[in-house]
Structure formats: C-alpha cells, structure tokens
C-alpha cells in the first residue's frame, strides 16, 4: 500500500521569501508523483508531475520540485512567493502500473499562507 | 478543450434523499476517478471507471453509493438515503492515459 505524508500542515511566509513543502511517501512498487493547488472552494489544479527523466521538474507559476528516490521525497520549492500563492497544496502518488489504473494516493495537505 | 465539469456545484439533501452528482470527462479521455474531501481533510479515492466499466471500486462505501460511465453521458456518482456523514465534496478526474489526472471544481454535498 501506499502512503504520503506531508510534514507540515501549515506553512506562514511573508511575501518574496523562499518557500519549501515538505512531502515523503512510501511506495513498493515505483511511482509517479504530482503536486495539486487548492484554492478555497475550488477543485485541484496540476502544478507539476514526475513520470521520469529528470529528477528536477518545473511546474506552472513558478514552482519546481525535485525527486529524490533515495530519501523518497518530493519537495515542493519556490524562490520568492506571491499574496495569490496561498492556497492549499497536495502532494500525491500513484502506482506506475498502467494496467492497475492510477488511483492517486494523497498527503493531507499543507496549507501555505503568505502574509504581506 | 474544456476542462473536466461537474454539476451540480452545490447539492443540499434532507436525510434519506438521493443524490445524484455528474462528471463530464475532458475530451478524448476515457478514464473517470472519484474522490471524496471531507472537512479539514484530504482527498480519498472512491472508484475508478471506464466506458460502461468499474474497474477498481476499493474506496467505495459498502452500501448507499454507487457510480457509473455510460457508453454515452456523463459518469454519476449516486448516493442513496444520504446522511449527515456524506457531507463533503467531491471530486470528478480524468486522464487520458493512466498517468495524469485533471480535476473539476468539484460538487459540495450538504445534508441537512
């Protein structure tokens, strides 16, 4: 079975200053991983994915994330954040089995404010 | 290309009605996911399906809910005699192969 855990469940920056959201799982079989942003009452819009290739993976408004297979983490990064980045964010897996479906396990979310 | 839709954004139920909630997958996609956010938590997978199949259905509630994908129309989620417990909102997806999953805004189920 799988597993994600998010390490913080609530994350305050001020504005421009770098951000991390920390996000470990735990998978016997390997993996594909996405982070999703939730604004409130809305749905989760795709930030970034890890199917393969490079470990270092670039989303939209200006995140990135890296993989580390080792430490089987997937932390989510930007340099300096915006008011409009807070929002809830989720980080989640799924089983690289085509034929088993790809049901997404999700973490609880980390909820990242950005105060002025 | 439109995204995935959901209707309707907001459905109040009295305990013991049924609620019946649509998904429209994007174009092209045959594969439909549902998932269920309860208050202050994450999201949990209910069921998987494809054109007019349930493929994994592990998430599910034993009794009250099902789903379904016609050859034609949308995919519904249906919960029947709902209570209290089946406030929550949830969420349609949809992927055109089996990696990568777009979501809707999601239908807010409120019972009252």
């Known amino acids: 079975a799988q597993s994600v855990t998010q390490l913080d469940s609530q994350v305050p920056v001020f504005e421009e200053a770098p951000v991390e959201l920390r996000c470990n799982y735990s998978?016997?079989?390997?993996?594909?991983l996405f982070w999703y942003v939730q604004y409130p009452n809305q749905g989760l819009q795709l930030l970034l994915k890890?199917?393969?290739?490079?470990?270092l993976v670039k989303g939209i408004n200006g995140f990135e994330a890296e993989f580390n297979k080792s430490q089987t983490s997937f932390h989510l990064r930007k340099p300096s954040v915006h008011i409009s980045d807070t929002a809830e964010y989720f980080c989640?897996?799924?089983?690289?089995?085509?034929?088993?479906?790809?049901?997404?396990?999700f973490g609880e979310g980390t909820q990242l404010t950005v105060n002025p | 290309n439109a995204g995935v839709m959901q209707n309707p954004r907001h459905l109040v139920r009295r305990r013991g009605q049924e609620a019946r909630l649509r998904c429209s997958p994007m174009?092209?996609?045959?594969?439909v996911y549902w998932y269920r956010q309860l208050p202050e938590e994450g999201l949990k997978f209910m069921v998987y399906?494809?054109?007019?199949?349930?493929?994994?259905e592990s998430g599910m509630p034993k009794e009250r809910f099902s789903a379904e994908f016609p050859k034609e129309g949308p995919s519904i989620l249906r919960i029947q005699q709902v209570v209290r417990g089946d406030s929550a909102a949830y969420f349609c997806?949809?992927?055109?192969?089996?990696?990568?999953?777009?979501f809707g805004p999601g239908t807010r189920l409120t019972v009252l």
């Open positions: 399906l494809q054109k007019e199949n349930i493929i994994d």
């Open positions: 174009k092209g996609h045959s594969h």
């Open positions: 997806a949809s992927s055109k192969y089996t990696d990568t999953q777009y």
């Open positions: 890890y199917l393969s290739g490079s470990t």
């Open positions: 989640a897996v799924s089983d690289r089995i085509e034929t088993s479906g790809s049901r997404l396990t």
């Open positions: 998978s016997s079989v390997s993996v594909y």
